[in-house]
């Protein structure tokens, strides 16, 4: 992959490469403004001593040390003693300059103090005059300067480079995640199969960025739930086959036998009621299936506005009269006149239904099954509770799975139940359907609740 193409296409990259040039430029600029200020200062210094030269009560033309010069007058006689006076001037009198190669060389431009050359004098003139008053030389400036610029340009390099690194590692370790979440699918994509166990792939935690750490965690989260959804799957299909597998081998059974008893009238007569029981077992199976479908995907739910609620109760009841009374159980109503709400009438009459039916086929011969319906803080609230045997905490964390029955489920009436485990998981898909919630509650050797929130849009 070309340059270019890298650049354009990895964003990881262009952020490394666009931080490290920022975090350069501003070294850049802090070092030109270090070296800016050291160079002034020394050249401040350097007036400092000529100005301290020019004020002293007497200099000589070739004294050791700096080098000063002034004014010569043309009337002094050649060969006396020269004795210069105290100068009055101050540094707002004189005009500095550089020169090269003395205070009669070519003068330097404004900035040469930045970046003097050895062999430049730094020349101060009377402003009135126009005349040099004093002459500076600047090699130990320039000597000074030149250390320092070598001292700055390595620290800068060391500096880019320093920067280079920590913006790339930066950089990598931030994208981390995310090129962990690439592999992980990579993984899953390709794999031969993908199963629940493909999908068990979790990214490491990602720590020091809120973002990205929430992101591993709903990747990871999501992964989870993706797997789970992958194995209830596997197991509502190994469930479906054993529902679909029972009531087809005891048909099977039942035509055989009336095939072998066609001289035997009654025993065939028995063999092909039989059959036809399990024919209509088959097509409630089928039935429950098919709703559980297309409730879950929302496909038979139609909401309407201003839909009698307590109308779909009582047709619920209705329904599970028949149930109620040959188990002896009393079914106890607490609903208003009249409640209307934005639902699928026939949805909550199949609802409560199956909760009732669950209820009745659990209670004891003389229980007590009641159902109530009101509405409370903004929401249509139904309630289903009986006087059954209740559930255990795990029973009840999957009381809504398909095909899930508690095995000690023959209830105290000496009832086995004639569903197939259904009914609790199409109550559920039609209350997601609402955009609702539904609640389950229970107490070993007390009975259970299940209560029912719908939204009252």
């Known amino acids: 992959m070309r340059p270019l193409e890298i650049w354009r296409r990895r964003f990881p990259v262009r952020l490394a490469v666009t931080t490290a040039a920022l975090l350069v430029v501003v070294m850049a600029a802090m070092l030109v403004v270090a070296y800016t200020a050291a160079a002034s200062l020394l050249i401040r210094q350097a007036d400092s001593r000529a100005l301290t030269t020019l004020r002293a009560p007497a200099r000589s033309p070739d004294q050791a040390g700096r080098t000063a010069k002034s004014d010569e007058r043309d009337d002094h006689e050649e060969g006396d003693e020269k004795e210069d006076a105290p100068h009055e001037l101050e540094a707002d009198h004189l005009v500095w300059s550089i020169h090269t190669g003395g205070p009669d060389g070519p003068e330097r431009s404004a900035l040469a103090w930045l970046w003097p050359a050895p062999g430049d004098v730094r020349v101060a003139r009377a402003a009135a005059s126009g005349g040099p008053v004093l002459v500076e030389e600047l090699d130990d400036v320039a000597e000074t300067l030149a250390g320092l610029r070598m001292w700055l340009a390595g620290l800068g390099l060391a500096g880019t480079l320093l920067v280079s690194g920590v913006a790339f590692g930066s950089a990598r370790r931030a994208f981390a995640p995310l090129q962990n ?124 506005p201003g839909t009698d609620m307590v109308a779909a109760v009582r047709q619920a009841l209705e329904d599970v009269r028949h149930l109620a009374e040959q188990g002896g159980v009393t079914v106890v109503a607490d609903m208003p006149d009249r409640l209307e709400a934005t639902c699928d009438g026939q949805a909550i009459s199949r609802l409560v239904t199956n909760l009732l039916r669950n209820a009745i086929e659990v209670s004891a011969a003389e229980g007590i099954v009641q159902v109530r319906l009101a509405r409370q803080a903004g929401s249509v609230v139904i309630e289903v509770a009986d006087s059954g045997p209740g559930m255990t905490p795990e029973q009840a964390a999957r009381a809504f799975e398909p095909f899930f029955r508690v095995e000690r489920k023959r209830a105290a009436n000496g009832r086995n139940s004639s569903g197939a485990g259904l009914g609790l998981a199409i109550a559920h898909a039609i209350v997601e359907a609402h955009g609702g919630q539904i609640d389950l509650d229970t107490w070993p050797g007390r009975g259970t609740r299940v209560r029912v929130g719908l939204p009252d849009r």
């Not at 992958?230 to 190994?238: E, G, I, S």
């Open 181 to 304: 979440m690439i592999d992980a699918v990579t993984r899953i994509v390709e794999a031969q199969r993908i199963s629940p166990e493909t999908l068990k792939v979790q990214v490491p935690p990602a720590e020091g960025d809120v973002t990205l750490e929430q992101l591993a965690d709903l990747f990871n989260t999501m992964m989870a739930r993706v797997g789970e959804a992958m194995a209830t799957q596997a197991r509502f299909v190994d469930d479906a086959s054993h529902e679909l597998r029972t009531p087809l081998g005891a048909l099977r059974a039942d035509l055989e036998v009336a095939l072998r008893e066609r001289s035997d009238p009654p025993s065939c007569r028995a063999a092909l009621e039989r059959a036809l029981g399990q024919v209509v077992r088959l097509g409630r199976l089928a039935d429950d299936l098919l709703a559980l479908a297309r409730y879950a995907r929302g496909g038979l739910v139609q909401p309407a």
